[in-house]
C-alpha cells in the first residue's frame, strides 16, 4: 500500500510537467497584488490604491509572504522570457497542495470508515483529474482551494460521523472561502448539514451551530473587518465583474450548458457511476443512513448542483476552475457509488478490485486525452501568446511611457504586472465603478463610444478583439484614436479558441471634446 501511495504521488506531480510554463493572465492580477505588497505599496493592483479585485486573498497573502524569502519577488521584470519569481512561487504552493490534497484523500476515506483500498481509489481520481492538473501550477488559486474544500469535507465527516466539535470544519471553510468566494454557499451549506445531522453530530444543535460558527468567523471575520477598513467593501470586485446577468433565461441555458461539457470532459466516469448506483437503490440506502451520515452525503451529492446553479442564476460565464471546488465531492461520489454497486465484504475482495481497476483505468484515458490533446498544447500555446502581446505591450509601455500613465485595458493582468503603469480596468475587477457599465453596455460599445470617459480618461487604449485596429477602420472626423501596434495571441483559452488581437491606440481627449461638447463640458 505504501508503494502505491507513493507512486499516486509521483504520477500526480508528472502531470505537472506538461504545465510547467503555463501562466494566465488571471495569474499575474495575483502576482501583481503580491509585488505591491512586497513594495509596501499596499493590497492594490494600481500602485498606492487599494482595492478588493483579488478573487482570492488567501493566495495573495501566501504569494507576497513566500516573496518575502526570496530575492528580487517584487521586482518588475524587463523581460517576458523567464518565468518572474512570483510565477515559481505561484507553482511551487500550487504543486504543494495538489500533492497534499492527493495524499489527504487517505485521510477522508479513513473518516468515512472505507478501507485502505478505496483511499488508493479516491488519490488516484484526484491525481488523473485533467483539470486539477491543468490548473496546479497555473499561478492561480485553484489547487489551494481544492485541497481546502477536501479539509473541509474531512472535518465536517468528523462532526457529523464521529462527533467532533465543529469549529475546525468552521475555520476550514473559511479559509476555503477566502481562497474562492463560491465556497461561501458551501460554507452555508455545511453549517446546514450540521443542524440536519441529529444530536451525535458533536453535542446539542445550539452547541454545534455555534462552535461552527466561532470556528468560521475568527478567521473570515479578521478579513471582513480588514477588508472594510482597506476598501470599504466585503465582497470581492470580481463578484459583479464576472457576473453575466441575473436570472436571464439564455445566459443561465448557456451556462448549464458549458457546466455540464466542463464536469462531463474531466469527471465521466465517477458522474456515470453515480448515477448508474442513484438508479439501482442508491437513492433509498441514503434514507436508510442514520441522521448525521446522511446529511454529509447530501451534502456531497448537493454542493456541486449547487454551485453550478448559482452561476446560471448569475450568468456567469464558467471556466474549468471555477468548477474545481467541486470536485472532491464527485471524486467522493464516484467512489462511494462504485462501493454501492460491487460492495465491500471480504468474500468480494476480488470484483473490487477488478473494478477499481477499470474504474481508474477508463478515469485515467479521459484524464490523459483531455491533458495531452487538448488541455497542455492549448495552454502552452496561450502562455507564449499572452507574454508576446500583453507582456510585450506591458514591457513597451515601461520603456516608452513616463510613470503613472493610466491604460485602459481589458484584460489587465499580463500588462499590469510588466507595465509598471495604472490601469483603467474595462471589466471592473479593480475599477469597480467600470463592472455595471461593461455588463449593461458592454464591451464593445464601452470602448467604441468611450464610455469609461466619465469614470477616468486614460491617455491609452489597449483593445481586445478579433481583428487589429478595428476602431480606425473607418474612423469618424477627427476621430479620437490614433492606431499605434497591434500583438496576436494564439487563443484565450480552450473556451475561447482562435486568434485574438490586442491594439494599442493613443486617446486624443481634445479631439473627443469636439466631437462630444456637451458631454466633455458636463
Known amino acids: 500500500?505504501?508503494?502505491?501511495?507513493?507512486?499516486?504521488?509521483?504520477?500526480?506531480?508528472?502531470?505537472?510537467?506538461?504545465?510547467?510554463?503555463?501562466?494566465?493572465?488571471?495569474?499575474?492580477?495575483h502576482f501583481q497584488f503580491a509585488k505591491h505588497i512586497l513594495r509596501g505599496e499596499g493590497f492594490a493592483f494600481n500602485s498606492g490604491e487599494p482595492t478588493y479585485g483579488a478573487t482570492s486573498p488567501l493566495w495573495v497573502l501566501l504569494l507576497a509572504a513566500a516573496g518575502f524569502f526570496v530575492p528580487n519577488a517584487g521586482a518588475?521584470?524587463?523581460?517576458?522570457?523567464?518565468?518572474?519569481?512570483?510565477?515559481?512561487?505561484?507553482?511551487?504552493?500550487?504543486?504543494?497542495?495538489?500533492?497534499?490534497?492527493?495524499?489527504?484523500?487517505?485521510?477522508?476515506?479513513?473518516?468515512?470508515?472505507?478501507?485502505?483500498?478505496?483511499?488508493?481509489?479516491?488519490?488516484?481520481l484526484a491525481a488523473l483529474h485533467?483539470?486539477?492538473?491543468?490548473?496546479?501550477?497555473?499561478?492561480?488559486?485553484?489547487?489551494?482551494?481544492?485541497?481546502?474544500?477536501?479539509?473541509?469535507?474531512d472535518a465536517l465527516a468528523a462532526t457529523l460521523l464521529e462527533g467532533r466539535p465543529a469549529w475546525p470544519a468552521g475555520a476550514a471553510l473559511a479559509g476555503a472561502a477566502l481562497a474562492r468566494p463560491e465556497s461561501l454557499l458551501l460554507a452555508a451549506m455545511g453549517a446546514a448539514a450540521i443542524a440536519l445531522?441529529?444530536?451525535?453530530?458533536?453535542?446539542?444543535?445550539?452547541?454545534?451551530?455555534?462552535?461552527?460558527?466561532?470556528?468560521?468567523?475568527?478567521p473570515?471575520?479578521?478579513w471582513l473587518v480588514a477588508s472594510w477598513i482597506l476598501f470599504h467593501r466585503l465582497l470581492p470586485n470580481t463578484s459583479g465583474a464576472k457576473a453575466g446577468a441575473w436570472l436571464d433565461l439564455d445566459r443561465a441555458i448557456g451556462t448549464l450548458r458549458d457546466s455540464i461539457r466542463i464536469v462531463l470532459s474531466a469527471e465521466l466516469v465517477p458522474v456515470a457511476v453515480a448515477v448508474v448506483a442513484l438508479a439501482l437503490g442508491g437513492g433509498e440506502r441514503l434514507r436508510r443512513l442514520e441522521p448525521g451520515r446522511r446529511a454529509f452525503w447530501l451534502l456531497v451529492v448537493l454542493w456541486p448542483l449547487a454551485l453550478i446553479g448559482s452561476f446560471a442564476l448569475a450568468g456567469v460565464q464558467v471556466v474549468s476552475r471555477y468548477l474545481i471546488v467541486a470536485t472532491p465531492c464527485v471524486l467522493l461520489l464516484g467512489v462511494a457509488s462504485l462501493r454501492h454497486l460491487i460492495g465491500s465484504s471480504a468474500s468480494r475482495a476480488r470484483a473490487i478490485g477488478v473494478a477499481s481497476l477499470l474504474f481508474v483505468a477508463l478515469h485515467a484515458a479521459e484524464?490523459?486525452?483531455?491533458?495531452?490533446?487538448?488541455?497542455?498544447?492549448?495552454?502552452?500555446?496561450?502562455?507564449?501568446?499572452?507574454?508576446?502581446?500583453?507582456?510585450?505591450?506591458?514591457?513597451?509601455?515601461?520603456?516608452?511611457t513616463p510613470p503613472g500613465t493610466l491604460f485602459a485595458v481589458a484584460d489587465i493582468g499580463a500588462f499590469g504586472y510588466y507595465s509598471d503603469r495604472p490601469v483603467l480596468d474595462l471589466y471592473g475587477l479593480v475599477t469597480p465603478s467600470m463592472g455595471p457599465l461593461s455588463v449593461s453596455e458592454g464591451y464593445d460599445r464601452v470602448v467604441t463610444n468611450l464610455r469609461f470617459e466619465g469614470i477616468a480618461r486614460p491617455e491609452y487604449l489597449v483593445d481586445r478583439a478579433?481583428?487589429?485596429?478595428?476602431?480606425?477602420?473607418?474612423?469618424?472626423?477627427?476621430?479620437?484614436?490614433?492606431?499605434?501596434?497591434?500583438?496576436s495571441v494564439p487563443n484565450l483559452g480552450i473556451t475561447r479558441p482562435g486568434e485574438w488581437v490586442y491594439s494599442v491606440y493613443a486617446i486624443d481627449w481634445a479631439a473627443w471634446e469636439l466631437l462630444h461638447p456637451k458631454l466633455a463640458n458636463r
Not at 467 to 484: C, G, I, K, N, Q
Open 76 to 124: 518588475t521584470p524587463d523581460v517576458t522570457a523567464a518565468m518572474p519569481p512570483l510565477g515559481w512561487i505561484a507553482k511551487g504552493w500550487g504543486a504543494l497542495f495538489t500533492l497534499l490534497a492527493v495524499v489527504w484523500c487517505g485521510r477522508v476515506a479513513r473518516r468515512l470508515g472505507w478501507d485502505p483500498r478505496a483511499g488508493l481509489l479516491l488519490a488516484a
Open 197 to 218: 445531522g441529529g444530536k451525535g453530530a458533536g453535542g446539542r444543535l445550539p452547541s454545534r451551530l455555534g462552535s461552527f460558527a466561532t470556528g468560521f468567523a475568527i
Open 1 to 29: 500500500m505504501r508503494l502505491a501511495r507513493i507512486g499516486i504521488v509521483l504520477l500526480a506531480l508528472a502531470l505537472l510537467i506538461p504545465y510547467a510554463a503555463y501562466l494566465t493572465d488571471d495569474s499575474f492580477i
Open 130 to 153: 485533467a483539470w486539477s492538473s491543468r490548473w496546479a501550477v497555473s499561478g492561480m488559486e485553484t489547487p489551494l482551494a481544492f485541497f481546502l474544500v477536501l479539509v473541509s469535507l
Open 367 to 400: 484524464g490523459l486525452y483531455v491533458t495531452f490533446r487538448v488541455s497542455a498544447p492549448a495552454a502552452r500555446e496561450h502562455t507564449r501568446g499572452l507574454l508576446a502581446s500583453l507582456g510585450g505591450i506591458g514591457l513597451w509601455a515601461r520603456q516608452n
Open 466 to 487: 478579433r481583428v487589429e485596429a478595428r476602431l480606425t477602420v473607418a474612423p469618424e472626423p477627427d476621430s479620437p484614436y490614433r492606431f499605434l501596434f497591434a500583438r
Open 220 to 222: 473570515y471575520g479578521a
